[in-house]
C-alpha cells in the first residue's frame, strides 16, 4: 500500500502534444473561460462556465449540456497556477482526480503534458466503464437519428 | 439484488488482486495461498470464490488438494475501458489544436486590416 502514493501508473490517464502555437496562446486558451468553453468537452456538447478564478485556491464551475439535454456538473478547485508553466487542479465532484496540465516553450510551438490521477486504479476503471457507457448510448442515439433522417428522405 | 459479478468486482478488493498476482504465472494451492494472508482461510475461500463466480479463477481438484488457475482474458476488457476513456481527452485536444488555428487566423486577420 506505501508504494501506491508514490505510483500513479495504474490511476492515472496521461497525455502530451506538442501544439503549433506559443506557450502565451496556448496558456491563454486553458486559462480563460471564453477560450476554453469553446474545445472542452466532448463533441456535440456546450459548456457553460459560471465560474473560473485561475489562481490557486479559485474556483471553476463547468457544467457540460449533453446533447440528450443532461447536464454534468463539474466543479474543481486550482490548486497551483504558474503562468506559462504548470496548472493544477483538482476536480471535487465526482469523480475525485487531480489534474496536473504542464507547458512547455518550444519556439514557436508549445509541448503540453496532461496528467489526471484518480484516487484508485478501481475508480479510473469504474468511471471508464460508466463513460464507455454513456459513448455507447450517446453513439445509438447518433446512428437512430442518422437512421431517422435517412427515412424522411 | 444479485450480487455484481464481473471482472471490476474481481479486482474492486485489495486481497483479490493480491490473491490474482500470486496464480498469475502459475497455480497455487489453495492453502498455500491462504497461509499468505493474515485474514482468515474461510475469508480467503471466500475471495476466491468470488474470483471464480468473477470468471477469473478456475479451482482444479488434484487429488486431496485444490489448485486455483488464473484466467485473466477478461482483464483485457478493463484497459478496453481505459483505453476508451483516454481517447475521449484525446479528443479534446484535437479540439484545441482546432480552435488555436481558428483563433490564429482570426488574430492574423485583425493584425493586416
Given at each position: 500500500m506505501e508504494n501506491k502514493k508514490n505510483n500513479t501508473k495504474d490511476r492515472e490517464l496521461f497525455l502530451s502534444r506538442t501544439l503549433?502555437?506559443?506557450?502565451?496562446?496556448?496558456?491563454?486558451?486553458?486559462?480563460?473561460?471564453?477560450?476554453?468553453v469553446n474545445w472542452w468537452g466532448p463533441?456535440?456538447?456546450?459548456n457553460t462556465i459560471s465560474k473560473m478564478e485561475t489562481k490557486p485556491g479559485g474556483e471553476w464551475d463547468l457544467v457540460m449540456h449533453g446533447p440528450d439535454g443532461t447536464d454534468y456538473v463539474n466543479k474543481s478547485i486550482f490548486r497551483e497556477v504558474v503562468l506559462h508553466k504548470r496548472i493544477v487542479f483538482e476536480h471535487v465532484s465526482f469523480p475525485h482526480f487531480i489534474t496536473t496540465v504542464?507547458?512547455?516553450a518550444?519556439?514557436?510551438?508549445?509541448f503540453l503534458t496532461w496528467r489526471m490521477v484518480f484516487d484508485s486504479a478501481e475508480i479510473l476503471e469504474e468511471?471508464?466503464?460508466?463513460?464507455g457507457a454513456v459513448e455507447g448510448m450517446k453513439q445509438n442515439a447518433e446512428k437512430l437519428e442518422k437512421y431517422l433522417a435517412a427515412q424522411n428522405v | 439484488m444479485k450480487a455484481r459479478r464481473d471482472v471490476y468486482q474481481a479486482i474492486a478488493d485489495p486481497t483479490r488482486r493480491m490473491i490474482i498476482n500470486m496464480i498469475a504465472s502459475q497455480?497455487?494451492?489453495v492453502n498455500t495461498i491462504a497461509e499468505k494472508f493474515d485474514v482468515s482461510r474461510q475469508a480467503v475461500s471466500l475471495h476466491i470464490q468470488i474470483l471464480v463466480d468473477c470468471g477469473l479463477v478456475v479451482v482444479k481438484q488434484q487429488g486431496r488438494e485444490r489448485f486455483c488457475e488464473a484466467h485473466l482474458e477478461q482483464l483485457s476488457e478493463v484497459s478496453h475501458w481505459v483505453g476508451q476513456y483516454?481517447?475521449?481527452?484525446?479528443?479534446k485536444l484535437d479540439a484545441l489544436e482546432t480552435y488555436i488555428e481558428k483563433i490564429k487566423k482570426e488574430r492574423n486577420g485583425k493584425q493586416k486590416k
Amino acid at each position: 500500500m506505501e508504494n501506491k502514493k508514490n505510483n500513479t501508473k495504474d490511476r492515472e490517464l496521461f497525455l502530451s502534444r506538442t501544439l503549433n502555437a506559443p506557450v502565451a496562446l496556448v496558456w491563454e486558451m486553458w486559462t480563460e473561460p471564453e477560450h476554453i468553453v469553446n474545445w472542452w468537452g466532448p463533441n456535440g456538447f456546450t459548456n457553460t462556465i459560471s465560474k473560473m478564478e485561475t489562481k490557486p485556491g479559485g474556483e471553476w464551475d463547468l457544467v457540460m449540456h449533453g446533447p440528450d439535454g443532461t447536464d454534468y456538473v463539474n466543479k474543481s478547485i486550482f490548486r497551483e497556477v504558474v503562468l506559462h508553466k504548470r496548472i493544477v487542479f483538482e476536480h471535487v465532484s465526482f469523480p475525485h482526480f487531480i489534474t496536473t496540465v504542464e507547458f512547455e516553450a518550444r519556439g514557436e510551438q508549445t509541448f503540453l503534458t496532461w496528467r489526471m490521477v484518480f484516487d484508485s486504479a478501481e475508480i479510473l476503471e469504474e468511471v471508464a466503464k460508466k463513460h464507455g457507457a454513456v459513448e455507447g448510448m450517446k453513439q445509438n442515439a447518433e446512428k437512430l437519428e442518422k437512421y431517422l433522417a435517412a427515412q424522411n428522405v | 439484488m444479485k450480487a455484481r459479478r464481473d471482472v471490476y468486482q474481481a479486482i474492486a478488493d485489495p486481497t483479490r488482486r493480491m490473491i490474482i498476482n500470486m496464480i498469475a504465472s502459475q497455480p497455487h494451492n489453495v492453502n498455500t495461498i491462504a497461509e499468505k494472508f493474515d485474514v482468515s482461510r474461510q475469508a480467503v475461500s471466500l475471495h476466491i470464490q468470488i474470483l471464480v463466480d468473477c470468471g477469473l479463477v478456475v479451482v482444479k481438484q488434484q487429488g486431496r488438494e485444490r489448485f486455483c488457475e488464473a484466467h485473466l482474458e477478461q482483464l483485457s476488457e478493463v484497459s478496453h475501458w481505459v483505453g476508451q476513456y483516454k481517447k475521449h481527452f484525446e479528443k479534446k485536444l484535437d479540439a484545441l489544436e482546432t480552435y488555436i488555428e481558428k483563433i490564429k487566423k482570426e488574430r492574423n486577420g485583425k493584425q493586416k486590416k
